[in-house]
T-cell receptor, first 113, second 113 residues
Framework: DQQVKQNSPSLSVQEGRISILNCDYT??????FLWYKKYPAEGPTFLIS?????DKNEDGRFTVFLNKSAKHLSLHIVPSQPGDSAVYFC????????????FGPGTRLSVLP | EPEVTQTPSHQVTQMGQEVILRCVPI?????FYWYRQILGQKVEFLVS????????KSEIFDDQFSVERPDGSNFTLKIRSTKLEDSAMYFC???????????FGNGTRLTVT
């Protein structure tokens, strides 16, 4: 039951260019979305979030876009830097008491110098 | 910046033994979580905890698992009788309110032999 999908297991981008990571979800009850970055041997690190009342949220080099009708969100990183090389997870939740976040399988981003 | 700390970083145990994984969440956070990631698979929700009780749990979190907040700072996950398939990275997380990002620890790698 893949409620959150990240169909690209990996992505390679040249340093300085834009990285676009995609995420699709199936549960229309999801209303809060986050992106996490994970380095090996570390826990996921929060990057940026967006609630369903918005379609865009920006924080420095990171922008998240939400298309509710398509049940699709994307993370844009511009300009990409070698330190951005990591696994990126999309996560989604419903506004419920338990706040159970459902994670996608992740996309491994490699930024090439 | 405050962080979630987990101990030990790596735990090796024999099948059938009990293990306790320990976490110190961020001090002013009220919501606590355990997630796990089996090697090569996605991050999976196990349980959430608020106001000294479980608020939500997944089907993974069966009777072999329990959580406890024994004092004002620690949050523990106990696996009563470990199985080989319990081998995974276990991540503790905390948040300060509903619909806010989870802050993850660096995980405990549990190896069941």
């Amino acid at each position: 039951d893949q409620q959150v999908k990240q169909n690209s297991p990996s992505l390679s981008v040249q340093e300085g260019r834009i990285s676009i990571l995609n995420c699709d979800y199936t549960n229309s009850m999801f209303d809060y979305f986050l992106w996490y970055k994970k380095y090996p041997a570390e826990g996921p690190t929060f990057l940026i979030s967006i609630s369903s009342i918005k379609d865009k949220n920006e924080d420095g080099r990171f922008t998240v876009f939400l298309n509710k009708s398509a049940k699709h969100l994307s993370l844009h990183i511009v300009p990409s830097q070698p330190g951005d090389s990591a696994v990126y997870f999309c996560a989604a939740s419903r506004d419920n008491y338990g706040q159970n976040f459902v994670f996608g399988p992740g996309t491994r981003l490699s930024v090439l110098p | 910046e405050p962080e979630v700390t987990q101990t030990p970083s790596h735990q090796v145990t024999q099948m059938g033994q009990e293990v306790i994984l320990r976490c110190v969440p961020i001090s002013n956070h009220l919501y606590f979580y355990w997630y796990r990631q089996i090697l090569g698979q996605k991050v999976e929700f196990l349980v959430s905890f608020y106001n000294n009780e479980i608020s939500e749990k997944s089907e993974i979190f069966d009777d072999q698992f329990s959580v406890e907040r024994p004092d004002g700072s620690n949050f523990t996950l106990k696996i009563r009788s470990t199985k080989l398939e319990d081998s995974a990275m276990y991540f503790c997380a905390s948040s300060d309110r509903i619909n806010s990002p989870l802050h993850f620890g660096n995980g405990t790698r549990l190896t069941v032999t």
